[in-house]
């Protein structure tokens, strides 16, 4: 079974800066699809961005971006010009990419990093 | 566009209570979703679909029922409510064969049981 580890349980950042969070996870599988959710205080599940496991390229969108290590297994989210909005909770995600079966197509998450913006 | 409907926002139900969460989406998905979120847990997987009239068990799936009797519903029951079920609860639903689409999720559903 797939896991997706976030070791960081909170950080924090100042406005207008930069932070990393870290997600990691473990699968034996070589096709499959990561994501970041956003989840503010009004408890939504925001898309943030995604990954395909067979592109080599960094996904982008705007002030996110992705580090996609495949071989270490790793996927960190960058956020840059850090704003207030960005407050949030964030998961890391993984879905496989396999068509055998329906549960390949679930969602597996991390538990979660708490991001505070200070001001 | 409603995407992903859930109702109720909020409940609360006493021990041996009974109650059906309703989902509803107006994206003509064929996979559809009920998680739990529990603090430090993330959100963990209770029941899914495939289509109309299917369901699958996912990771916690003990003291929950489902039903998916019209492609666009997918209800979650509780028939003895149970303190531990205390949580937020979210549907989502996808696209079939698009495994690079997000999950679309509702606003979750606050359930307390006392």
């Known amino acids: 079974a797939q896991t997706v580890t976030q070791s960081q349980p909170e950080m924090s950042v100042q406005e207008a800066e930069t932070v990393t969070l870290s997600c990691t996870y473990d699968?034996?599988?070589?096709?499959?699809?990561l994501f970041w959710y956003k989840q503010p205080p009004s408890r939504q599940m925001i898309l943030v961005i995604r990954?395909?496991?067979?592109?080599?390229q960094n996904a982008t969108e705007n002030r996110f971006s992705v580090n996609f290590q495949k071989a270490a297994k790793s996927f960190s989210l960058k956020i840059s010009d850090s704003q207030l909005g960005d407050a949030a909770m964030y998961f890391c995600?993984?879905?496989?990419?396999?068509?055998?079966?329906?549960?390949?197509?679930?969602?597996?998450f991390g538990k979660g990093t708490l991001l505070t913006v200070n001001p | 566009n409603a995407g992903v409907t859930q109702t109720p926002k909020f409940r609360v139900l006493k021990t041996g209570q009974s109650m059906t969460l309703l989902c509803a989406q107006d994206?003509?998905?064929?996979?559809m979703y009920w998680y739990r979120q529990d603090p430090g847990m993330g959100l963990r997987l209770i029941h899914y679909?495939?289509?109309?009239?299917?369901?699958a068990k996912g990771e916690v799936p003990d003291g929950y029922n489902v039903s998916r009797l019209k492609k666009q519903n997918f209800l979650l029951g509780l028939e003895s409510a149970a303190p531990s079920q205390t949580s937020v609860y979210f549907c989502?639903?996808?696209?079939?064969?698009?495994?690079?689409?997000?999950?679309?999720f509702g606003d979750g559903t606050r359930l307390s049981i006392l």
């Open positions: 990954q395909e496991a067979y592109k080599q």
């Open positions: 994206m003509n998905h064929e996979y």
């Open positions: 995600a993984y879905r496989s990419a396999s068509s055998r079966g329906g549960s390949n197509y679930k969602l597996t």
């Open positions: 679909s495939v289509g109309e009239g299917t369901t």
């Open positions: 989502a639903s996808s696209l079939l064969r698009k495994s690079n689409q997000p999950q679309h």
């Open positions: 699968t034996s599988e070589s096709d499959y699809y």
